[in-house]
């Protein structure tokens, strides 16, 4: 089964910092990889699909990129929505794995 | 707009059977698409329990599969879980959510909100 990991598990940012989260997976899952934001008591929201594929309505701040077994989340300029927890998604194979999360917390 | 919203006890006795609806509104899921349910225990990632087609076509977690039963009521837009002989294992947030892609590429939107299960007696 394709396991997949995030780093890190959480992090402190501030308003305006540029956040980079790390989605490994223990194959290759070409570029099959999407991407949530999670806030604590809100319906989990699809950000990304296929790597790099913005979903409908999300800010441009928010990209995606990555190959094989690295796949990146950016967000470009950190506003005060944004402090959630991202988790990743592999949907090459099924059942699709999910990461673990990374908690954007608030410096 | 698609929204989703399950629904169900929030306690469940060990051995007992899990019962979640998920209530559908903005489309009708006897015009297409799978529908899924999934869950996040605590301390652990997402894993998805199964999903429904329209027509009845079925596919489930192989690591759940002896438990599992999804089932779906056009009538009411609603689709359900089943999810048997529960232990402690089972308590967690149970989601719903529209599978989107193509078999058997499916990224998740939108999802409901979800509902805690605690498995106690």
């Known amino acids: 089964d394709i396991q997949l990991t995030q780093s890190p598990p959480s992090l402190s940012a501030s308003v305006g910092d540029r956040v980079t989260i790390t989605c490994r997976a223990s194959?290759?899952?070409?570029?099959?990889v999407a991407w949530y934001q999670h806030k604590a008591g809100e319906v989990p929201k699809l950000l990304i699909y296929?790597?790099?594929t913005l979903h409908s309505g999300v800010p441009s701040r928010f990209s995606g990129s990555g190959s094989g077994t690295v796949f990146t989340l950016t967000i470009s300029s950190l506003r005060s929505e944004d402090f959630a927890t991202y988790f990743c998604?592999?949907?090459?194979?099924?059942?699709?794995?999910f990461g673990p999360g990374t908690k954007v917390e608030m410096k | 707009q698609v929204q989703l919203q399950e629904s169900g006890p929030g306690r469940v006795r060990p051995s007992e059977t899990l019962s979640l609806t998920c209530s559908v509104s903005?489309?009708?899921?006897?015009?297409?698409?799978?529908w899924s349910w999934l869950r996040q225990s605590p301390g652990k990632g997402l894993e998805l329990i199964g999903s429904?087609?329209?027509?009845?076509?079925?596919y489930y977690n192989p690591s759940l599969k002896s438990r599992v039963t999804l089932s779906m009521d056009t009538s009411k837009n609603q689709f359900s879980l089943k999810l048997r002989s529960v232990t402690a294992a089972d308590t967690a947030m149970y989601y719903c959510?529209?599978?989107?892609?193509?078999?058997?590429?499916?990224?998740?939107?939108?999802w409901g909100p979800g509902t805690l299960v605690t498995v106690s007696s």
């Open positions: 959510a529209r599978p989107r892609g193509g078999s058997p590429h499916y990224y998740f939107d939108p």
């Open positions: 903005g489309y009708s899921i006897n015009n297409g698409f799978y």
């Open positions: 429904i087609y329209h027509n009845g076509k079925s």
């Open positions: 194959q290759d899952i070409t570029n099959y």
């Open positions: 296929a790597t790099s």
């Open positions: 998604q592999q949907y090459n194979t099924a059942p699709p794995p």
